[in-house]
């Protein structure tokens, strides 16, 4: 409200139940925020694979679904006539290197497309460093039936660390220029800026293809953000 910028929480299903989910929904109802990102979260660091809570949801698509019908004035245990409804505008994840638990990038996209239908507005997807695989994943989306908006997710590299972590968190590729760019860095001030520069011309080439807005993963630090926000915008 202070600064007039949509607040957009990420609700997740490990963690919750479906009942304190729906408590958060209707708080964030009543507070006036109407656009969530519904994920399923990650697996806890005990966990080799996600478990849900008990009471709560498997899947993100069964959170969109719950959304979905709160939109509608249908709760958990009553369906509630009124003509002020929750009225929240959903956003999914996508990969377009794929979900690392998924088997093939079809399979991926046929979730993703379930989700659509149960619901979902939008999908922002996971970081990438190539833009050819966020076209060749738009343009698969698009073929399997896939319409909504689907908005580019970009992560600048900020340490020499990041050639190892990221692609071991996330399963993602990183480009060969880039990682030799990196490599060539003699502290990670300079691998900072060589991510600043990456990513701006990423962010160049997806606005100049149309995408309707473009998403940064900040990790809590903003400076490079700033300075990729003021070059691009």
Known sequence: ???DVDTIPHVLCGGFTKEETEYLLVDCHYLGIDNIMALRGDAMKEEKYFEP???GHVYASELVEQIHNLNCGQYLHEVVETDYCA????GIA???EKHMEAPSLLTDLKW???KVELGAHYVVTQMFFDNKKFFDFVKAARDIGI???IIPGIKPIAVKRHLQLLPQVFRIDLPQDLIDAVETCKNNKEVRQIGIEWAIEQSKELKAAGVPVLHYYSMGKSDNIKAIA???F
């Open 1 to 3: 409200h202070k600064y």
């Open 53 to 55: 809570s008990k009471g």
């Open 94 to 96: 996508g990969y377009p």
């Open 230 to 232: 003021q070059a691009v």
């Open 147 to 149: 319409t909504v908006p």
């Open 112 to 114: 993703l497309k379930k």
């Open 87 to 90: 009225d929240f505008c959903i």
